[in-house]
């Protein structure tokens, strides 16, 4: 009887502690940040011509500081970028079940300044976050988090 409560002991200890790990481990699991070779403008020109040269289309570009600043927010530079690549995103949003991934859509890239005066550039970890699903938005978004790495990797140290 005293193996069977030390069994179990050890069981929901062990249950806790990966709990508690994983709590704080994922955050920095599921973004990821590299630092810019550039300065913020020299990075914001490079990366768009990075991402057009790709084939990829740029939505629209969210200007963080300039909104802030219109509601009396006065942050550093940042930039976020939501990005399409057409090929991909049919992939997915043309099948019923994995529409369900639409809000991770379109992709986003975030371009900013830090109080060290360099810039930097961050974004989810889409291979990560496909993971679960498997399938169809595995592989889709497996080849686009590659695709988007490769534009990423002209503007990082």
């Known amino acids: 009887m005293k193996s069977i409560i ?11 502690l990966t709990g508690i790990i994983g709590f704080y481990s994922l955050p920095g699991m599921m973004l990821m940040e590299d630092e810019s070779q550039y300065d913020f403008e020299t990075t914001l020109e490079v990366f768009e011509q990075a991402v057009n040269d790709a084939g990829w289309s740029i939505l629209t570009v969210h200007d963080m500081q300039k ?4 509601h009396g927010h006065d942050v550093k530079a ?22 369900i991934v ?22 989810m970890d889409s291979q990560l ?11 889709v978004m497996d080849q686009a988090a590659s695709e988007i ?3 990423i990797a002209r503007v990082i140290r």
């Open 102 to 123: 639409a809000p991770l859509m379109p992709c986003r890239v975030a371009i900013y300044e830090k109080s060290d005066g360099k810039t930097y550039i961050t974004r």
């Open 78 to 99: 940042v930039q976020i970028f939501e990005l399409c690549s057409s090929k991909y995103s049919a992939e997915i949003l043309k099948l019923d079940d994995e529409r």
């Open 67 to 70: 909104t802030l600043l219109s």
């Open 6 to 16: 030390t069994g179990v002991s050890g069981l929901i200890v062990g249950v806790i």
């Open 129 to 139: 976050m496909a993971k679960p699903f498997g399938g169809v938005i595995t592989e």
């Open 149 to 151: 790495e490769d534009v």
